[in-house]
């Protein structure tokens, strides 16, 4: 294990990173067999620095950059989405850490290399008592669980059998560390795809948590936190690298299938069109990365409600259906096989796409974003007068 003394910047983490592709290719079979991380694999990330890039830099962390690490997630996606969404899912763990006071943070991550997993619905209930809470719960989707050191999970706060509310009206819900020796872990990940993202449910029963192992789930846009704390939403952005990870990993497949034989103008025109939709998926999510990236590491800002309603993790999936269907044209029958990778990639992406930030329906909130914000430039061209 890396001690949390061992200086690791943000370029080194993503240059660890490319160098294990090789040892993700050779681990990919077994993870997806075992539905979660080899123990390889998961101390290679570990080795690496994977697990720390979200630690602010006052903790000693890389404080990396969003863009950077959709880069870093993108990279493993091109290998293998399953162990990619355990990078991004991991990579989590300064976000929650980052929001620890001094005295939890040095109880709870002595070492930065801690990877640490959790789930925030359904949310599970924290009963207020003397020094902290009594935790019962049962959350799904604990995604990197069976590779993690530490677990955190969403509750809302009740207080004398009631529900206690925030000024705005809204109930108190609270990201909370469980104690990981009484977590019982559920048999429920039996997946069409994304197999060894382990992404098993979990639970707990009348578990005390330390009122300092909890943080604000939906805490309010922040302009003095560290940049990755500014707003609640910020983790998991990376997780649109996964899809053009996967869209590269096709063109990657047909490319070299076409490499040693006479392909048809039909085929070349098919891949041309691919490789153009994975470029095009991956300008526009490192657009969108680097817009937040300007603005949360700018002193004194918080991102603006156009700049987070972002579109662009649905848009690069739509663009990776696109790929698969070109990709599996040029590719043909043996794309219907099980041994043949092509076959994993359709099913990855049928688990990218379950996932809420895919969804269509985020386009909702980037039209609403649109129209608050009204035409910053100006009327737009064509405008009635």
């Known amino acids: 294990m890396v001690a949390?003394?061992?200086?690791?910047?943000a370029a080194d983490i993503l240059a660890n990173v490319h160098a294990l592709l090789p040892v993700v290719r050779e681990e990919a079979d077994a993870t997806e067999a075992q539905g979660y991380l080899t123990d390889r694999m998961r101390e290679a990330l570990r080795t690496a620095g994977a697990y720390r890039v979200g630690f602010p830099a006052r903790r000693g962390g890389p404080q990396m950059s969003l863009t950077d690490q959709t880069r870093m997630v993108e990279a493993v996606a091109t290998v293998d989405a399953g162990i990619a969404w355990n990078v991004c899912v991991l990579a989590a763990t300064g976000f929650y850490a980052?929001?620890?006071g001094d005295a939890a943070f040095a109880e709870l991550y002595p070492e930065l290399d801690l990877p640490t997993c959790g789930s925030f619905h359904p949310k599970g209930k924290a009963v207020e008592v003397p020094g902290g809470y009594r935790v019962t719960g049962r959350w799904g989707f604990g995604s990197g669980i069976r590779a993690a050191d530490r677990i955190v999970a969403g509750v809302e706060v009740q207080r004398d059998g009631e529900p206690v509310r925030k000024p705005d009206g809204s109930v108190l819900t609270l990201g909370v560390w469980l104690p990981a020796d009484r977590v019982e872990l559920l048999d429920d990940w039996h997946t069409i795809g994304l197999r060894?993202?382990?992404s098993q449910g979990y639970t707990v029963t009348d578990v005390f948590v330390p009122r300092d192992h909890a943080f604000d789930r939906f805490f309010a846009p922040d302009a003095t936190a560290d940049p990755l704390n500014k707003h609640v939403e910020l983790p998991f952005y990376s997780m649109a690298g996964i899809s053009v990870g996967i869209a590269q990993h096709a063109v990657d497949l047909a490319t070299s299938h076409l490499?040693?034989?006479?392909?048809?103008?039909?085929?070349?025109?098919?891949?041309?069109?691919?490789?153009s939709y994975v470029r095009a998926a991956r300008a526009l999510v490192l657009d969108g990365m680097r817009a937040i990236d300007e603005q949360i590491f700018t002193a004194g800002a918080v991102p603006d409600d156009v700049t987070m309603a972002r579109g662009d993790a649905p848009m690069a999936q739509e663009f990776t259906r696109v790929v698969l269907d070109r990709c599996g044209e040029i590719l043909g029958a043996q794309v219907i096989y099980e041994k043949f990778p092509f076959e994993r990639l359709v099913r990855d992406s049928t688990g990218v796409s379950a996932h809420a930030s895919t969804w269509r329906s985020r386009w909702t909130s980037v039209g609403q974003a649109l129209l608050s914000a009204g035409f910053p430039g100006g009327e737009p061209v064509g405008a009635a007068r």
Do not use: F, H, Y
Request: charged letters at 30%.
């Open 98 to 100: 980052g929001r620890l």
């Open 259 to 275: 490499r040693d034989r006479k392909p048809t103008d039909r085929q070349l025109t098919l891949l041309g069109e691919a490789g």
């Open 4 to 9: 949390s003394t061992v200086s690791l910047t």
């Open 196 to 198: 060894g993202s382990g």
